[in-house]
């Protein structure tokens, strides 16, 4: 079974500041990896994904995450944190897909709520 | 850029009453899913559907639960006899295509089901 650990359920960063938000993963196969942004009343949109191409990954907004097989990890970074960055981050994992036709889940992690201070 | 929509945003029901949950995925996804978030926790996947059948399903998704791809546009997610329990927001999500793009889930902007 695969699973995703999110190390923090609260992180605050001020303005400017880097952001790290963690995601160690647990997979019996080599996984496919996801961080989803999901800001108040709306639905999860997709910040990135690591399909076992470039282990540095880049996605909207300014956001990055490095697979790191050796610590099996996946931590969301961004240089310099805005006032808009505040949201829920979740990391999801769902194993690299077989043949065509075979649907893959994702298996979410608790997410890290993210506060932006003045 | 084309979305994944649900309909009711809200929708509020009595203990034991059926509801239905509609989606309508992005035009050419091929593979559909439901996931629950309830309040305070993490978001579970309950169903996967793909070719009018279901693909996978969790352990939450019992008896009481269905999926059906009506028409050519619309996914819905009924509950058969809602419980307090169900209470939570429902997530619809679509991908074009499973394999070796491995094309992410998009997703909706939820329901939020409350049971009285």
């Known amino acids: 079974a695969q699973s995703v650990t999110q190390l923090g359920s609260h992180v605050s960063v001020s303005e400017g500041a880097l952001v790290l938000l963690r995601c160690n993963y647990s997979?019996?196969?080599?996984?496919?990896l996801f961080w989803y942004v999901q800001y108040p009343n709306q639905g999860l949109q997709l910040l990135l994904k690591?399909?076992?191409?470039?282990?540095l990954v880049k996605g909207i907004n300014g956001f990055e995450a490095e697979f790191k097989k050796s610590e099996t990890s996946f931590h969301l970074t961004k240089p310099s944190a805005h006032m808009s960055d505040a949201a829920e981050y979740f990391c999801?994992?769902?194993?690299?897909?077989?043949?065509?036709?075979?649907?893959?889940?994702?298996?979410f992690g608790t997410g890290t709520r993210l506060q932006v201070t003045l | 850029e084309p979305e994944v929509t649900q309909t009711p945003s809200h929708q509020v029901t009595q203990m034991g009453q059926e509801v239905i949950l509609r989606c309508v995925p992005i035009?050419?996804?091929?593979?559909f899913y439901w996931y629950r978030q309830i309040l305070g926790q993490k978001v579970e996947f309950l169903v996967s559907f793909y070719n009018n059948e279901i693909s996978e399903k969790s352990e939450i998704f019992d008896d009481q639960f269905s999926v059906e791809r009506p028409d050519g546009s619309n996914f819905t997610l009924k509950i058969r006899s809602t419980k307090l329990e169900d209470s939570a927001m429902y997530f619809c999500?679509?991908?074009?295509?499973?394999?070796?793009?491995?094309?992410?889930?998009?997703f909706g902007d939820g329901t939020r089901l409350s049971i009285l």
């Open positions: 997979s019996s196969v080599p996984p496919y």
């Open positions: 035009s050419n996804h091929l593979y």
């Open positions: 999500a679509s991908s074009e295509e499973v394999g070796v793009r491995n094309q992410p889930q998009h």
């Open positions: 999801a994992v769902s194993p690299s897909p077989g043949v065509t036709g075979t649907a893959s889940k994702l298996t």
């Open positions: 690591y399909t076992s191409a470039a282990t």
